[in-house]
């Protein structure tokens, strides 16, 4: 008679901890780059335009952040950071490619109306060897081997006669590659986008509003990595603050329509 209630008990104690516990969903956070806006008011093509981000976290109805574990397994992420690449996407100004980057990873199964993350590299792994580092860190492009730590945007633009190059990164860094332990300026950039649903809705970058009032008053060959000091580089700093290059936004391409698997 005790073993029988002995595992009753248990048999109820299991089925409440597995009603209790939430199962994780893995979802594909679709990304886009708008291009019209810009192309029509300006004669500048975009040629690059790439991005670390990590700490991402979706807000559900209730207030509550819920940490994004990337998918270590796809190429273009690890466990800490992710590597959106837009090249491939900027075929040009009337149509929009589908083969945008998406981040991948598992949240609790849920409801979602905001998110949150970090543009950059995380210290640690920002200032590790990056003779030693793995996808996406081992793209040696995305690295300042002068500075010893990567850029985190990488935004390049070109005309027939002019050329615009944004890198941003940590900068004023002290010590050597693989023993940095303080940088001056770090140049992570937080941002929270809220109304964002990952089942429906897309990460959009607006280029027309991140060059806002930048490529009228830059010089024709200009770079703006190490020093930021030019007001050409700090009207595009300050746009990359502002967050408003950064929208919700309906997917321009009906491939780009979110996918939970």
């Given at each position: 008679m005790h073993l029988f209630y002995y595992t009753l008990i248990f048999v109820i104690s299991v089925f409440f901890l597995t009603g209790c516990l939430q199962q994780d969903e893995e979802y594909h956070i679709k990304t886009q780059v708008h291009l019209a806006d810009f192309c029509r008011n300006s004669q500048f093509h975009l040629t690059d335009l790439r991005l670390f981000i990590h700490q991402v976290a979706l807000q559900d109805f209730s207030g509550k952040w819920h940490d994004l574990q990337f998918n270590p397994e796809v190429t273009h992420q690890n466990r800490a950071v992710a590597l959106l690449d837009f090249r491939q996407a900027m075929t040009s100004c009337e149509q929009q490619s589908e083969n945008t980057p998406a981040i991948i990873g598992s949240l609790p199964k849920n409801n979602y109306q905001s998110i949150r993350f970090n543009l950059g590299v995380p210290f640690q792994e920002n200032h590790a060897d990056p003779l030693l580092a793995t996808a996406p860190?081992?793209?040696t492009s995305m690295h300042w081997h002068w500075n010893g730590g990567?850029?985190?945007?990488?935004l390049e633009l070109k005309s027939n006669q002019k050329s615009?190059?944004?890198?941003l990164g940590s900068l004023g860094c002290e010590g050597e590659i693989g023993q940095i332990n303080h940088c001056r300026v770090p140049n992570r950039i937080q941002v929270q986008l809220d109304q964002f649903s990952p089942k429906n809705d897309v990460l959009t970058i607006d280029i027309a509003h991140l060059l806002k009032?930048?490529?009228?008053?830059?010089?024709p060959q200009r770079t703006c990595a190490e020093d930021m000091e030019p007001r050409w580089c700090q009207t595009t700093l300050s746009w990359l603050k502002a967050l408003s290059w950064l929208k919700t936004k309906t997917p321009v391409h009906p491939a780009l329509q979110s996918t939970k698997i």
């Open positions: 860190l081992d793209d990567y850029k985190f945007m990488r615009y190059r944004f890198h009032q930048t490529l009228s008053i830059a010089p």
